[in-house]
């Protein structure tokens, strides 16, 4: 791995270490839950991770109001909006380092079990990394917010 895959690839891990879940959660080591949807990171290169949690006994929007008020190590969030509806069945929360910025971490939820499966998209840019440029008027939408 080069020097700048590897410093974006250690950002993401340390993101990842700092991941801060609601009490009960349990890491999964391979991917458990079922979701509709994935990040696009539009910006690269990047360094990737994936990581999985189930958690018992709680709702997504219970997860993701959760999470959205409790955040990843120094990062923002992306979701500025509420989960009102205790009945939702899946959620997307998402993090970033800085406005505009197209890394982070971005949460998705979904009902699972007799709780919510947590996946962590994670991703890192490299110190050259760079966004394609957009039609005039055009902006890239925050990770998380699709």
């Not at 080069?2 to 891990?13: L, N, T, V, W």
């Not at 219970?62 to 979701?79: C, G, V």
């Not at 890394?103 to 998705?108: K, S």
Request: charged content about 15%; glycine content about 8%.
């Amino acid at each position: 791995m080069d020097p700048e895959a590897a410093a974006a690839h250690a950002k993401a891990q340390a993101w990842l270490d700092a991941a801060a879940l609601p009490p009960g959660a349990v890491r999964s080591e391979k991917p458990v839950g079922s979701y509709l949807s994935y990040t696009g990171w539009p910006c690269g290169p990047i360094e990737e991770i994936e990581a999985y949690w189930t958690v018992p006994d709680i709702t997504v929007a219970d997860t993701a109001i959760w999470l959205r008020d409790h955040p990843t190590a120094d990062l923002i969030t992306s979701t500025p909006w509420s989960f009102d509806d205790p009945t939702i069945d899946s959620a997307i929360v998402g993090y970033i380092p800085a406005p505009n910025a197209q890394e982070g971490v971005v949460y998705t939820l979904a009902t699972y079990r007799d709780g919510v499966a947590v996946r962590a998209e994670i991703a890192a840019l490299t110190a050259s990394g760079s966004c394609p440029p957009l039609p005039d008027g055009a902006q890239y939408g925050a990770p998380g917010q699709g």
